[in-house]
Each structure stands twice: as structure tokens, then as C-alpha cells.
């Protein structure tokens, strides 16, 4: 199954700024997948990103304020704007499908927002 | 809408006191129930895929199972270093992402 090397792995922002998350793969994917984790929640899609294509969100999250590049099929970047503290969280990246590897998550960015 | 409930929340048991997870789901076409295991400040590890009715895997201390409308994830005989959050998953109806449960918390004390 694929390694994902996620970063950064915590960081604390004051609120209104912005903060990229990275997604690096060493294998090359079609689908990479973005996940948020809320305090205490399991873990919710945010969008799905495909190389040279629009991402397609999820309902309640829209692309300004978690805009998401996918310039290749072994990176992506997701990028939490405008933050407040409600956007404090885990965000996990995901690669993967069906097959005896399912799918192989990153180890996650913490972020606190202040 | 498709929905995945998991319970009960928190397990605490003994080492060697065995036990089951429940996870049940409300999907229009199973395309596959996933397992993770989920360590503080770490991403999901996988576990199991399960497909149809009636199929069993395992792996060490853990033997997940599937019927039409549940999984169960057995813990036989835990130890301690088997605390973790355990999560389980279906496909969205685009086939693609998955729908996670809350998950359970299993705390297995010496």
C-alpha cells in the first residue's frame, strides 16, 4: 500500500490567517482525499481532488475556504483560509480503494486555531 | 442517506476479558465495510475489508465478521497495547471516499 508523508504534523494559528497542509505520496494515484477530524468526531470528507480537474467538495465545505491543489498524482496541498477557532481539528489526507490495502491514510495536521 | 452508527462509544476491558464492537449501517448497495485502528495524533491504519454477508477475517487478536445489516469486530483475549480507537467505513455512493463512524474507544487495562 502507498506511504503518505503528510506535513505539517501541528501548528497553532492566530485566527484570519492561513495555513497549507501538504500531501506527498510515493506512488502515483488517481484520487486523493481529503478528511477533517473534529475534537472528540470521527472523521468527515471534506473534498476529493483529481489531477487536472476542479476538486469536487462535500456539502458543507466550500472551495474558498479550503481551496485544493493537485498539480501532479503524487501531490496535493489543502489549504485551510481565513481561519477562526472553529476550524481547530485533525486534517487527514487519504489515498486508496477497494483491495486487500483499502485505504491508507496520512498521519494527520493538528491545527489550533488562537 | 447512507449512515454508519458504531457502539458503544467506549469499551473498558481487562486484559484476557474478550468483547465485540458493533458497527451497523444503513447503505443503498454495500460496496465494502472497512475497519481502522486509530492511535492518539495518528491518521487511520487499515484493518479489515469486508464484502458480503457471512465473511469473516482475521488478523492476531481481532476477527472482524459481516451480516446484511451489521459488522462486528472481535476482540479476543486483549492486551493493552490492543487501546485504540477503532473505526469502521463504508464507500459514499460515488464509490470513491468513505462514510466513518464516531468510533469506539477500547481501553484494555493490566
Known amino acids: 500500500s502507498a506511504v503518505i508523508s503528510q506535513k505539517p504534523s501541528r501548528d497553532i494559528c492566530q485566527r484570519g490567517t492561513s495555513l497549507t497542509i501538504q500531501c506527498q505520496v510515493d506512488?502515483?494515484?488517481?484520487?486523493m482525499f481529503w478528511y477533517r477530524q473534529q475534537p472528540g468526531q470521527s472523521l468527515t470528507l471534506i473534498a476529493t481532488?483529481?489531477?487536472?480537474?476542479?476538486?469536487?467538495?462535500e456539502s458543507g465545505f466550500v472551495i474558498d475556504k479550503f481551496p485544493i491543489s493537485r498539480p501532479n498524482l503524487t501531490f496535493s496541498t489543502l489549504t485551510v483560509s481565513n481561519m477562526s477557532p472553529e476550524d481547530s481539528s485533525i486534517y487527514l489526507c487519504s489515498v486508496g480503494g477497494y483491495g486487500g490495502g483499502g485505504y491508507t491514510f496520512g498521519s494527520g495536521t493538528r491545527l489550533t486555531v488562537v | 442517506e447512507d449512515q454508519v452508527t458504531q457502539s458503544p462509544e467506549a469499551l473498558r476491558l481487562q486484559e484476557g476479558e474478550s468483547s465485540s464492537l458493533n458497527c451497523s449501517y444503513t447503505?443503498?448497495?454495500?460496496?465494502?465495510l472497512f475497519w481502522y485502528r486509530q492511535d492518539p495524533g495518528k491518521g487511520p491504519e487499515f484493518l479489515f475489508t469486508?464484502?458480503?454477508a457471512g465473511e469473516e477475517k482475521e488478523k492476531e487478536r481481532l476477527k472482524a465478521t459481516l451480516t446484511k445489516k451489521e459488522s462486528f469486530l472481535h476482540i479476543t483475549a486483549p492486551k493493552p497495547e490492543d487501546s485504540a480507537t477503532y473505526l469502521c467505513?463504508?464507500?459514499?455512493?460515488?464509490?470513491?471516499?468513505?462514510?466513518f463512524g464516531k468510533g469506539t474507544t477500547l481501553s484494555v487495562s493490566s
Open positions: 506512488s502515483q494515484v488517481t484520487m
Open positions: 481532488a483529481n489531477q487536472g480537474s476542479e476538486a469536487t467538495y
Open positions: 467505513a463504508v464507500p459514499t455512493q460515488a464509490g470513491t471516499a468513505l462514510i
Open positions: 469486508l464484502y458480503s
Open positions: 447503505v443503498s448497495g454495500l460496496r465494502g
